[in-house]
């Protein structure tokens, strides 16, 4: 582990780490299952459908907003779908966990005086609900959510936005992230090095991540 980890960054070229939440830091099985299992569950009951009927919907309308800040926002499905999504995700936090090793990793860039920003898409409503139950933004220096910023992180107006309030060297910033969307709108602003996460759900085998450097999870970054 110890030398390909050393292939994959040197830790000496590195002031500034962007590190994203779901699916890099916390364990996406929560989210897959609130998504794919609670609320079309709740969506049947409210609305007297299968719950194959339902979820059939609910993944072409989650499909049309891909991509988009609405995907993220718990007020906007609240709205849509007429369900409570805040008081579903309290009841259901006991789901939420790290991934494996994240809070090692975490210590470890403590430990090597990087500067650690958490930026990611959930709504601020979400994230407390995970910090909450986790203690993440205990693990890092500042927490952003791209709502503050209008667009999602896979938007290229992210980034000059993000960039304006923050003031990085981008070539000595890494941004880590399990979304290949998110990880080329960074690298095409400059951003000057990017880390994909093959492994977001401990529920299921990794998966390649087209055209970036790849680690399982944030835990093989450490030497
Ligand atoms: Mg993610």
Redesign the pocket.
């Known amino acids: 582990m110890k030398d390909s980890s050393k292939t994959i960054i040197s830790w000496d070229q590195v002031d500034t780490v962007l590190v ?5 830091l916390l364990d ?1 099985a929560f989210d897959n299952f609130f998504w794919r299992e609670v609320v079309p569950k709740e969506y049947a009951k409210q609305n007297g459908l299968s719950e194959n009927i339902a979820r059939e919907e609910l993944m072409s309308r989650y499909k049309a907003l891909q991509g988009r800040l609405e995907w993220y926002c718990i007020d906007y499905w609240t709205d849509d779908l007429n369900l409570d999504i805040r008081g579903l995700k309290h009841k259901y936090q006991s789901r939420i966990q790290f991934l494996p090793g994240a809070i090692e990793f975490l210590d470890y860039l403590r430990i090597s005086k990087k500067r650690v920003i958490l930026v990611t898409n959930a709504h601020p409503d979400t994230f407390a609900i995970k910090a909450q139950k986790t203690g993440v933004d205990k693990h890092v220096d500042a927490v952003f959510s791209s709502h503050e910023f209008e667009f999602p992180k896979e938007h290229k107006e992210f980034w000059p936005r993000f960039y304006a309030s923050q003031k990085f060297t981008l070539l000595r910033t890494v941004l880590i ?3 290949a969307p998110v990880l080329e709108a960074a690298r095409d602003f400059g951003i000057g090095k990017t880390i994909a996460i093959s492994c ?1 759900d401990s529920r299921f085998a990794s998966q390649e991540v087209a055209g970036f450097v790849s680690v399982e999870g944030v835990e093989k970054l450490i030497f």
């Open positions: 994203d939440m779901d699916g890099t996406l992230d399990d979304s977001p």
